[in-house]
C-alpha cells in the first residue's frame, strides 16, 4: 500500500510564500508522474502541477511563474514552492502518484491565504 504525506500547508497572507512537502512510502521512480491538485469549497479537484520521472513539468495557468514543483529522488519527496500566493489559492492541496497502474492520494494539506 502506497502512503503519500503532505505537509507544510498552514495560514498565510496574500504575497507570502509556502512550500509543500509530499512524502511518498516507496522510490518515486516508480511512479511516471507526480502532482499536486486542489479543490476550493464548492469546486472540483483541479491540477496544479505535475512531474513525471524525467523531471518534466507541467502547471496550471492560474499558477505559472508562481509555483514550482520538484522532487527529491533520494528523500522520495515532491515540492511545491508556492510564491506571491493569493486568497484565490486557498484550498486543500493533496498529492497524486500515478504508476501505469494505479492513482494515489495524500490526505490533502489545508493551504489558507488571507488578503
Known amino acids: 500500500q502506497v502512503q503519500l504525506v503532505e505537509s507544510g500547508g498552514g495560514l498565510v497572507q496574500a504575497g507570502g510564500s509556502l512550500r509543500l512537502s509530499c512524502a511518498a512510502s516507496r522510490s518515486i521512480f516508480s511512479f511516471n508522474t507526480m502532482g499536486w491538485y486542489r479543490q476550493a469549497p464548492g469546486k472540483q479537484r483541479e491540477l496544479v502541477a505535475s512531474?513525471?520521472?524525467?523531471?518534466?513539468?507541467n502547471y496550471a495557468d492560474s499558477v505559472k511563474a508562481r509555483f514550482a514543483i520538484s522532487r527529491d529522488n533520494a528523500k522520495n519527496t515532491v515540492y511545491l514552492e508556492m510564491n506571491s500566493l493569493k486568497p484565490e489559492d486557498t484550498a486543500v492541496y493533496f498529492c497524486?502518484?500515478?504508476?501505469?497502474?494505479?492513482?494515489?492520494w495524500g490526505q490533502g494539506t489545508q493551504v489558507t491565504v488571507s488578503s
Open positions: 512531474i513525471d520521472i524525467r523531471a518534466s513539468t
Open positions: 497524486n502518484a500515478f504508476d501505469y497502474l494505479h492513482y494515489y
